[in-house]
C-alpha cells in the first residue's frame, strides 16, 4: 500500500510539472506572435520596387530613381493624401484621351490609381511622383497586384523639382494655389500639346479648354500651347 501511495505521489507530481511546462511553452508563443504577428513587413518592404527592373519601362532614368523610394520624405507633404474616386480617375483618363503610346506622370501619385488604371485600361507607361515614401511603398504594392509593374515607376520626389518633361498627359489633385505655382514649370517644361487633367481644382488665371462634372466632382482639362502667354508663366 505503501508503495502505491508514492507511486500515485510520483504520478500525479510528473503531470502537474507536464502541464506547467506546456502553459510556459504556449505562453512564449504568443509574446513572440505579438512581437513578431508576421513577416508581411519585411515582405513588403523587400518587394516594394518594381519588379522587372530589366523590362523596358517608362525610363532608365525612372528605374535607377525608383531605388530613392524608401528614403524619409525631403520635407513635409504639401497635401494631406485624398484618394480620387475611381469614377473620376475614369473621367480623367477619359476627358486626356489616353492611349496606349502615352506617358502619363501623376504628381502627388498617392497610392498609383492613376497610372496603373491607365496601363490596366489602355496599356499606357506611366510615372507616379509623390514625397512621402508611404505612399510610394503602397502604390508599388498596388503595381504588383495589378501586374503592371513593368509598365509603372512610382518616385519619391519633390514635384516642384522633378523631371517630367517627357509627359505627353499629366494628372493632378492638389491644392488651388499648389495648381497656380505649378503653372508656370508645367507650361515651361512640357511639349506643346501636352494633356493635363486636374481633378477638382483649376490653374487661376489658366482658363481650362473643358471642364466636365462626374459623381459631383469637377475635373479640368487643357492642352499646352505652343506659345504660353507671358501672364501665366
Known amino acids: 500500500m505503501q508503495f502505491k501511495f508514492i507511486g500515485r505521489s510520483l504520478f500525479v507530481g510528473i503531470s502537474l ?14 509574446e513572440t506572435e505579438e512581437q513578431n504577428p508576421t513577416s508581411s513587413s519585411s515582405t513588403s518592404s523587400s518587394t516594394s520596387s518594381p519588379t522587372s527592373s530589366s523590362t523596358s519601362s517608362p525610363g532608365d532614368q525612372a528605374q535607377s530613381d525608383s531605388s530613392s523610394t524608401t528614403e524619409a520624405p525631403t520635407r513635409v507633404p504639401d497635401v494631406v493624401y485624398v484618394p ?10 477619359r476627358l486626356a484621351n489616353v492611349q496606349s503610346d502615352d ?9 498609383g490609381r492613376i497610372v496603373i ?3 490596366q485600361q ?3 507607361r506611366g510615372i507616379g511622383i509623390d514625397i512621402d515614401p508611404q505612399r510610394i511603398q503602397e502604390a508599388n504594392e498596388n503595381a504588383q497586384k495589378a501586374e503592371v509593374s513593368d509598365r509603372v515607376q512610382f518616385l519619391q520626389q519633390d514635384l516642384f523639382e522633378a523631371d517630367f518633361r517627357n509627359a505627353t498627359v499629366v494628372t493632378l489633385y492638389l491644392l488651388p494655389e499648389l495648381n497656380v505655382k505649378l503653372r508656370p514649370k508645367l507650361l515651361r517644361e512640357l511639349k506643346p500639346g501636352t494633356r493635363i487633367v486636374s481633378h477638382a481644382f483649376d490653374m487661376g488665371e489658366w482658363e481650362a479648354d473643358e471642364t466636365v462634372e462626374v459623381d459631383g466632382k469637377t475635373v479640368y ?3 499646352v500651347p505652343e506659345n504660353p502667354p507671358a501672364n501665366l508663366l
Open 103 to 111: 506617358v502619363i506622370y501623376d504628381l502627388g501619385s498617392g497610392d
Open 17 to 30: 510539472l507536464s502541464l506547467t511546462a506546456v502553459g510556459c511553452a504556449q505562453l512564449r508563443n504568443f
Open 221 to 223: 482639362y487643357w492642352v
Open 84 to 93: 480620387t474616386p475611381m469614377s473620376v480617375v475614369n473621367e480623367m483618363l
Open 122 to 124: 489602355y496599356g499606357t
Open 117 to 119: 488604371s491607365a496601363a
